[in-house]
């Protein structure tokens, strides 16, 4: 059987980023809490959790297949080069939450972290979200 205990503790860039940044908050799930509740609960905590003084936010609209828009955000650093003075790259990011948790704000405090330890622009596309829209409507936005 092969050996992975070589894997078994995290590398020190996370434990150095903890160290410099400390791990968000988590949310608790209260008995018979709704999903709307706890989607509420989930995103306001995440969005009080920001770095915004230290990154620019740019907001758009973008086209989707039935004529509906969903928004978008990109977050610069900044301390980051005027983009006519240097391209920077980008990392389009689609939520982790399937389908349920997440607002435009809701990762900001994600991509500021981001954006302030490198030099890129991150684009949050913020797609739509159940219980308001049935699936397939998230799987057609991204």
């Given amino acids: 059987m092969a050996d992975y205990s070589q894997y078994g503790d995290p590398p020190k860039e996370w434990t150095d980023f903890l ?10 799930i209260e008995p018979n809490q709704t999903m ?3 989607q509420q609960k989930t995103n306001t905590h995440r969005e009080a959790s920001g770095l915004s003084e230290k990154i620019q936010c740019v907001d758009y609209d973008i086209p989707t297949r039935d ?20 391209h ?3 990392y389009l990011f689609f939520h982790r939450d399937r389908f349920l948790f997440g ?3 809701f990762e900001d405090v994600v991509y500021a972290r981001i954006v302030v330890s490198v030099p890129i622009i991150a684009v949050n596309v913020c797609y739509r979200h159940t219980p ?8 057609n936005d991204v």
């Fill in 36 to 38: 709307q509740e706890l």
């Fill in 19 to 28: 160290d410099t940044t400390g791990p968000l908050p988590q949310t608790t």
């Fill in 67 to 86: 004529g509906q828009t969903i928004p978008a955000r990109a977050y610069r650093a900044n301390d980051a080069k005027d983009a006519t003075d240097s």
């Fill in 88 to 90: 920077l790259p980008i």
């Fill in 132 to 139: 308001q829209f049935k699936h397939s409507t998230q799987a």
């Fill in 103 to 105: 607002t435009l704000s």
